[in-house]
């Protein structure tokens, strides 16, 4: 408890001062002779990407066990705040190296690409020292604890002439297909949207409930999923406005072991206080005037999240993994005919899922090999969290926020599609 409270501490002194909680040391951590296993670096195709992770905490396990069963990338280092935390998820994921000190992680395993899965306080720092070195990134959202922390990574990315990829990832099986149903022949122009992930809550006492390490709360943590949807669906966004406020600041815990699945049991002994914000609702309004309501709670019983974009000829819903259209007027191709609550004339869209992999580090790959643009990069990433920052700004000022930011959409989008004024429709 101690260590990890150190842990926090020192993350959170990160936003103000120089310094980092797995930079504290120059010591390294050497092979081990238990390190390799089934799918160890030395067994990995010869022209694999080299692969590093800084932070070995839940998270982690999503990008090492991708790359298990990828033979395109290999992880060559693991780093911690500490060499036991470093060294267990080397030796279970058959890694040769760990470390405790990012920068010597970088310096002495050199890797082409690392993963940064820390407390946000600590992703600015770390990312711009790995691009400093010539590295590609990938980091966890959200992507930093401040606007400003955020535009310095993308300039940081663009000297440096690596790629930069931040969570979220929407280019998965449902989203892409998903696109190829937005358009006017199909839904008619498109006329608003809604997006929103409500949760039970982190049920672990740590860092997430603490401002200073993690910036923000539900309206950063969370609510960076549902903008993303609506950015990477839409495209840039003009203005937002919205609401934020801490509904639980006396917060009962589960056991520690769940997150964001079930609420915590009414006669649980375990509580933190939360400085952070577990309710945001945001208005996000697009040049064309359509406007959408971005919705974040950490306080139900359930985990919702899903997405509706209604067009003037229907509506086009991304629930529970599932791709359901409502189309009153006409037959959806290759779609099944359904009922969905009380609306008929619903189609299911099928998609390919693939069960071993999301498809991330194929396509940072990809990125990184030059054979495809990046579909989470700085500049889009930049945008949406321009929105979530803007979105606490209008909040504590009351005041509608204009955005500045921009970005190319990685997919084509027809114009006409937001076209509402000039034709009759």
């Not at 259209?325 to 099944?336: D, V």
Request: proline residues 5%; glycine residues 8%; charged residues 20%.
């Amino acid at each position: 408890m101690t260590n990890r409270r150190h842990f926090i501490k020192q993350a959170a002194a990160a936003v103000a001062v120089a310094g980092s909680a797995t930079s504290r040391s120059e010591k390294e951590g050497g092979k081990s002779s238990t390190a390799a296993g089934p799918h160890s670096e030395t067994e990995k195709a010869q022209d694999a990407v080299r692969l590093a992770i800084v932070g070995t905490g839940q998270i982690s396990h999503r990008y090492l066990k991708q790359a298990s069963v990828s033979s395109r990338v290999r992880f060559v280092a693991t780093c911690a705040r500490t060499m036991e935390s470093a060294k267990a998820r080397a030796v279970e994921y058959g890694i040769d190296r760990w470390f405790d000190d990012y920068e010597a992680m970088l310096d002495q395993s050199r890797p082409d690409a690392v993963v940064i899965a820390t407390p946000t306080a600590l992703h600015a720092r770390q990312a711009i020292a790995a691009f400093e070195r010539g590295v590609h990134v990938l980091c966890e959202k959200p992507m930093a604890t401040t606007l400003e922390e955020c535009r310095e990574m993308v300039a940081a990315a663009e000297k440096s002439g690596k790629i930069f990829l931040n969570m979220p990832f929407d280019a998965t099986p449902q989203m892409t297909t998903a696109l190829a149903y937005l358009n006017e022949s199909t839904i008619g122009v498109f006329t608003g949207a809604e997006a929103q992930l409500l949760l039970p809550g982190v049920s672990r006492d740590n860092w997430y409930y603490d401002r200073k390490v993690a910036g923000g709360g539900a309206g950063l943590d969370t609510l960076v999923y549902p903008v993303s949807r609506l950015v990477t669906l839409l495209g840039p966004a003009r203005r937002v406005s919205g609401f934020s406020n801490t509904l639980i600041p006396h917060r009962l815990l589960g056991d520690g072991k769940t997150i964001d699945v079930v609420p915590p049991p009414r006669n649980s002994e375990r509580s933190i206080e939360s400085s952070v914000d577990d309710n945001a609702t945001l208005l996000i309004e697009w040049s064309t005037g359509q406007q959408a309501i971005a919705r974040a709670l950490w306080g139900t019983s359930l985990v919702r999240n899903d997405t509706t974009i209604y067009g003037r000829h229907g509506t086009l819903w991304l629930s529970d993994g599932d791709i359901i259209i409502h189309s009153p007027e006409r037959k959806i191709s290759g779609g099944t005919p359904m009922t969905r609550g009380a609306y008929e004339r619903c189609y299911s869209i099928p998609y390919k899922k693939d069960q071993r992999t999301e498809g991330l580090l194929e396509h940072f790959v990809d990125c990184i090999k030059g054979v495809t643009q990046p579909t989470c990069g700085g500049q889009q990433q930049l945008h949406l969290h321009e929105i979530l920052f803007r979105g606490y700004d209008a909040a504590r000022s009351g005041q509608v926020q204009t955005l500045e930011t921009t970005f190319t959409p990685w997919h084509s989008v027809d114009p006409t599609f937001h076209d509402t004024r000039t034709r009759p429709i």
